[in-house]
């Protein structure tokens, strides 16, 4: 739970620099009242919807504040809830004008002049620092966990990390990084599996999915080439706002599966200009025994074992379900997180579907139902609130992809 968001839907307006001078009484009161109804909101998710971990995105830069937040959770949540405090330092000056930018994208700032924006969020800094103080000692004496992250990874400090999701929270930020960058995924081309209807051991690519091979190779080229002009004519005109923070060539990564299928798509791509790598975590769900029926017999097999597919997979038969999969790419996503450069994904559906499902941030719930067709790439570009997010459909008598849609996730 976000307090800009909450303080937001409360009022529908915005707070200049002068709202957060701690000096301001009335101001200040009115902050905590935001902060510990937003906590609240969060145990309730935790302690009554079945939440596992809630995000409390605030500032909690004093002591007093801090001190508020523990009482409050172990008023409610007694010993069933633990305290991470997540606190991010940063000393580098480029990366301090670089991170004040990404600010200008938060709901206070989204719709006014960026130059005033700026200025405006700059004292509110100022504001901040007179009564910043570090996490550290005063916690440690709580016994209660953090994690300093310095110049955006350069450097971390923790205390008290030992439960598996603090260690899984730290692990992560360990990962994180600013840098633009694209991320797309795809179906393999299609295959003679497809065209049969039936599940086989490693069926490779026909001789339309050869084409699309093709085609898709021609079209990553076109927009890592569009992608490239774009940023230099943002640096050329100086639109500090929209430019990627890390100014660098782009390394660009293609990941497979190791199924032929996936292999056969990724053929076109010189090896030159992408960084191609085989991953047997990016496999499809494995169908274990159900391997060579058709898609109605494995209905059928379904239907006789009441088992719901997307969970758990058919009992006795060796068959994945949704949880394998998405267990076996925590890693994939991690390194996601941690590259710099842009990347592609060429995969089964079940595979596609996870990792597009974790980049739009959709419930896993909701995600196993969306239907991921072939012959359609999905483009996400990671924003400081979100994701731009865009489909684009290949047409085969054109031999060439159509944008479908666009529009932020």
Same mark, same amino acid.
């Given at each position: ?21 701690? $000096? ?32 409390? $995105? ?9 001190? %508020? ?56 800094? !100022? ?15 709580? @016994? ?64 339309? @999915?050869? %084409? ?8 990553? $080229? ?30 660009? +990564? ?12 990724? %053929? ?14 990016? $496999? ?57 450069? +842009? ?24 995600? !196993? ?39 932020? @996730?």
């Amino acid at each position: 739970m976000s307090t800009e968001a909450y303080q937001a839907s409360l009022d529908h307006g915005t707070h200049s620099a002068g709202f957060f001078n701690p $000096d301001n009484l009335q101001a200040r009161k009115l902050r905590e009242q935001i902060a510990m109804e937003t906590l609240d909101e969060s145990l309730d998710y935790l302690l009554n919807e079945g939440g596992s971990v809630a995000i409390f $995105d605030a500032t909690n830069s004093t002591i007093e504040r801090r001190r %508020k937040i523990i009482a409050r959770v172990q008023e409610r949540g007694r010993s069933n809830l633990q305290v991470l405090f997540l606190e991010s330092q940063c000393f580098d000056e480029a990366l301090l004008q670089s991170n004040m930018l990404l600010k200008m994208s938060n709901p206070d700032y989204r719709d006014q002049d960026p130059v005033k924006a700026l200025e405006d969020f700059r004292r509110r800094v !100022a504001m901040y620092q007179k009564k910043y103080t570090p996490v550290g000692n005063i916690e440690e004496r709580l @016994g209660v966990s953090y994690c300093q992250m310095i110049d955006v990874g350069r450097k971390f400090i923790t205390h008290n990390i030992k439960s598996f999701l603090a260690t899984q929270v730290v692990g992560y930020l360990q990962h994180f990084n600013l840098a633009g960058r694209q991320v797309w995924l795809t179906r393999h081309g299609e295959s003679n599996d497809n065209l049969s209807g039936k599940v086989s051991h490693d069926p490779g690519l026909s001789p339309h @999915g050869v %084409k699309y091979a093709a085609a898709l190779s021609r079209f990553i $080229d076109q927009e890592r080439d569009t992608w490239n002009r774009q940023q230099k004519r943002l640096e050329e005109a100086g639109d500090s706002l929209r430019l990627s923070a890390d100014k660098s060539p782009k390394r660009f +990564h293609l990941w497979t599966s190791m199924t032929q299928r996936s292999i056969q798509t990724a %053929k076109f791509f010189d090896s030159a200009r992408y960084r191609i790598e085989h991953m047997r975590m990016l $496999d499809d769900l494995s169908a274990g025994i159900l391997s060579g029926l058709s898609d109605a017999e494995v209905k059928q097999r379904a239907s006789d074992t009441q088992l719901n597919h997307t969970s758990t997979g058919y009992p006795g038969t060796r068959c994945e379900g949704y949880s394998d999969v998405t267990k076996r790419l925590r890693s994939i996503i991690l390194e996601l997180e941690r590259v710099t450069g +842009h990347v592609l994904f060429i995969g089964g559906s079940a595979v596609i579907r996870v990792l597009l499902a974790y980049c739009r941030g959709m419930q896993s719930y909701v995600s !196993a139902n969306v239907d991921i067709p072939l012959g359609t790439v999905y483009l996400l570009e990671p924003k400081p609130y979100g994701a731009d997010y865009k489909e684009f459909d290949y047409n085969p008598e054109t031999d060439s992809f159509h944008q479908k849609r666009d529009r932020e @996730g």
